[in-house]
């Protein structure tokens, strides 16, 4: 049995592709896949699971609403693969989904949106945008196929956004749905069709027409909410990227509405079209100005119950590339609409935001940014304001290596995103374990590449470039780390430093001492950073950007080019290094004495990159693979690291790129995976040195092993019997179990995760959690990462 207990992924860097429904889940896409979050599992929130069919990035992700108040079970995704999926609810405790239907556009796919034509039923009516400006319209109904009823033509104009909404029914039972669609020319079209329910059944809708165009804003229109307001009107935002929010009302016209004003002024700001022989005004309620610039979501509060009626709220949240979101109101008396709160960012260098939510109740706020980050604010009663709180956060490029702390207490993962993460669990009442990013010690100008842990509070990193950077912990990890496990004996309690700081056109993470803080851009005295933190719970992501990074301790050159692959012994007094290599020169092995930082010797057995070191868990031997399509073991002799065994060029086990190896907890045995799908056991008792032949393998066809790992359990007899974790380039992976009987190994299957569960990328690494104090009986874990930018911690139970 597997159970996810950890998945760490950043929301793609688009607009539209985050929604938080009735039903208190956030659906948001995450690269290829797209990430169910629920902020009140495991107290602090969690990302139930990961969610993959799309082969390309999810552009757009929105629920598909039901009736008041039934809960969202269907939400519609769009992609560059040229796909928009419906998802189904399987279980909403797991966030598990299932996709119903798959509508197929043969074009990357930016616009997507979907409503119910009838009140609880699956009758559906969807649209889809492409980026070559074909603009389709769907209908599904009942639980049978989706089929495209309509294509819009708009000559050489491009849609760049649309929504669907629904009109009041009329007493004769006929629908109106309206469509609203932004043009690049930064125009807004109107369309609309009727039809009664009994054509349903046939599947007639009629055609959708142009009834009117929404013309005021002087840019791009962005982004397109609307609601039913309680005296049955329709209310539409559009914000823009000339920074301004434009509302319009829609109403059905009376013979009073047009009487009452003989305004000239007035009289240009109103609009009309007729739906079925009624005719409907639209009029220009205000214009919202207080952004500085692109705005890129706006959002109406929810429908909510109050005194068992249904109340609409009129408040609006927006947000923009500013760093803030604003929530605006129309004042009681004259209803004029005016900013009523802000929140936001400050500093950093993160490019504002790209979206923003409403929770279900409307007291709270969820907000994402360049950077893939998520804010989220909730509105605390005792003090009568908005107060942040723990959101979910990932890297947002590919995550390439994660260590693990020897006592299992936390792990480091680096990603081509430049940042290094440390990642956490906090201890629940009921025993489970709540993970969560807990600092960000290093923010680079480099694509990181590998990491090291030394000790609980000094690691090394390497990035694409010649340096390899040793940074040591300050205070508020150390704080941390003590409120988490309360096991700190091995940290070094003589950590004075109360942060870092990194100059505005530097690389190197100055120490803080005094009451400067972290900010990069504003290097003010500010208060100090550890009083800033709430060790109580996960930090946020403002505090993880300037309160957690690490101070530098050393740099070691000595590399001809970038660092690729980094090992520490296991009392982290030596350091393996490798960087990328075409001769023999250049993919020499550093070995650095981490007491004096000098390099005590230089090991030559490769002709090419080495691709990954491994120290035993003893540190007798290091195991190195290599470009080369060889494997080397050295010894250590003397205080020196000899060369033992090399693997030869012909007649191998392995005729492609090794591109993993991982040790068995008691060092008897090691493992080697290749491109060409091939895994090698070997015994360092049994090594020829002229020969060397594993002891058993595997070969697995049509895929190429990128990361392997041995759980930590030792052998109680005398048969040969590990488990062993193996990642895949298509983002699988598969655990087993190796056993000998009479001479002769198999390997049993114990999972095998597919590309929802595990990855669906590359798979980079995958290593378990030593053993720790609140371990349970017969259950492991391990850390995974991938190309996908995901991380996930999953816990395997053992019969």
């Known amino acids: 049995m597997i159970k996810t207990s950890y998945i760490s992924c950043a929301c793609n860097r688009l607009p539209h592709v985050v929604d938080w429904g009735r039903n208190n889940l956030v659906c948001y896409g995450a690269n290829n896949s797209i990430a169910i979050y629920n902020p009140t599992a495991n107290k602090f929130g969690k990302v139930l699971s990961t969610l993959h069919v799309h082969t390309d990035r999810v552009n757009t992700v929105r629920w598909i609403k039901p009736c008041f108040p039934n809960p969202e079970t269907e939400f519609i995704s769009a992609s560059s693969d040229g796909t928009a999926i419906i998802w189904q609810l399987n279980d909403e405790a797991t966030g598990s989904f299932k996709a119903s239907d798959i509508l197929r556009i043969n074009e990357p796919t930016n616009i997507c949106d979907a409503i119910y034509l009838t009140e609880n039923s699956l009758d559906l009516l969807i649209c889809t945008g492409s980026t070559d400006g074909d603009f389709r319209l769907w209908i599904r109904v009942g639980d049978q196929e989706i089929e495209p009823t309509q294509i819009l033509s708009f000559s050489k104009k491009l849609p760049i956004g649309a ?146 009626k249904n109340c609409q709220p009129l408040k609006l949240l927006s947000c923009s590339l500013d760093k803030t979101a604003i929530i605006w109101e129309p004042s009681k008396n004259a209803g004029i609409w005016s900013e009523t709160v802000r929140v936001g960012e400050v500093g950093g260098n993160s490019l504002g935001f790209y979206g923003c939510k409403f929770g279900p109740q409307g007291n709270s706020i969820l907000t994402y940014g360049y950077h893939g980050s998520f804010h989220m604010w909730k509105f605390d009663e005792n003090s009568q304001n908005w107060k942040p709180k723990p959101a979910p956060s990932g890297h947002f490029n590919s995550v390439v290596d994660l260590c693990w702390d020897s006592k299992g207490r936390f792990f480091i993962s680096v990603s081509t995103d430049q940042t290094t993460r440390v990642h956490a669990p906090w201890l629940l009442d009921d025993g489970e374990e709540s993970w969560h990013e807990i600092g960000r010690p290093q923010i680079h100008g480099y694509d990181m590449s590998c990491i090291a842990i030394l000790k609980p509070n000094i690691f090394a990193s390497g990035a694409e470039e010649k340096v390899v950077r040793i940074f040591t912990a300050p205070l508020s990890f150390k704080n941390y780390l003590e409120k988490l496990c309360n096991d700190i004996a091995d940290f070094d309690i003589n950590v004075k430093v109360e942060g ?249 299957q114990i999972v095998h995760l597919n590309q929802s569960e595990a990855h669906h990328m590359t798979v980079k690494r995958i290593t378990f959690r030593p053993m720790h104090k609140n371990q349970q009986k017969n259950k492991l874990q391990f850390a995974s990462c991938g190309a996908d930018n995901i991380i996930k911690v999953h816990d395997l139970l053992l019969n």
Not at 227 to 250: F, H, M, P, W
Not at 622 to 627: G, I
Not at 636 to 650: A, I, R, T, W
Request: net charge negative.
């Open 163 to 308: 929504r669907l909404a629904l009109m009041p029914n009329e007493p004769d039972g006929s629908l109106n749905p309206l469509l609203f669609i932004a043009m690049e020319d930064s125009s807004i079209l109107l369309y609309s069709t009727i039809f009664h329910s009994d054509d349903l059944d046939q599947k007639k809708i009629g055609d959708f027409v142009k009834v009117q165009t929404l013309v005021g804003h002087e840019d791009w229109v962005t982004c397109i909410d609307y609601i039913l307001t309680d005296s049955q009107e329709l209310l539409i935002a559009t914000g823009s990227q000339d920074s301004t929010i434009r509302l319009y009302k829609i109403s059905r016209k009376s013979i009073a509405s047009s009487e009452i004003t003989t305004n000239d002024e007035l009289k240009l700001k109103k609009q009309n079209f007729f739906l079925h022989d009624h005719e409907y005004e639209i009029v220009l309620e205000s214009i919202l100005c207080a952004h500085d610039s692109w705005i890129y979501e706006v959002h109406w509060h929810p429908l909510l119950k109050k005194d068992n």
């Open 500 to 748: 870092a700081s990194v100059p505005a056109l530097g690389l190197t993470n100055k120490a803080v001492t005094d009451e400067l803080s972290n900010d990069q851009v504003d290097q003010n005295k500010t208060e100090n950073s550890l009083g800033k933190l709430n060790y109580n719970e996960p930090p946020v992501e403002e505090d993880i950007v300037r309160y957690t990074l690490w101070p530098e301790l050393q740099k070691l050159y000595g590399h001809g080019y970038e660092i690729f692959s980094i090992a520490a012994r296991y009392d982290g007094k030596v350091l393996a290094t490798s960087s990328k290599s075409s001769c023999p020169e250049h993919a020499v092995i550093i070995l650095w004495d981490t007491t004096a930082w000098h390099q005590p010797q230089k090991l030559f057995a490769h002709h090419l990159t080495v691709t990954q070191l491994a120290f035993s868990p003893d540190g007798q031997y290091l195991l190195s693979v290599s470009r080369d399509r060889r494997w080397a073991l050295f010894a250590l002799q003397d205080e020196k690291y000899e060369l033992l065994v090399m693997s030869p060029k012909k007649d191998s086990l392995h005729a492609r790129i090794i591109w993993c190896c991982a040790w068995t907890s008691d060092s008897k045995y090691f493992a080697t995976g290749s491109r060409d799908g091939k895994i090698g056991i070997w015994s360092v008792d049994k090594l020829d040195s002229q020969q060397p032949t594993a002891i058993t393998s595997l070969t697995l066809t049509h895929t190429s092993i990128t990361a392997v790992a041995f759980a930590p359990l030792d052998n109680q007899d005398d048969e040969l019997m590990y488990v062993i974790a193996m990642g895949f380039e298509n983002g699988c992976i598969d655990i087993r179990k190796i056993k000998k009987t009479n001479e002769s190994y198999s390997w049993l």
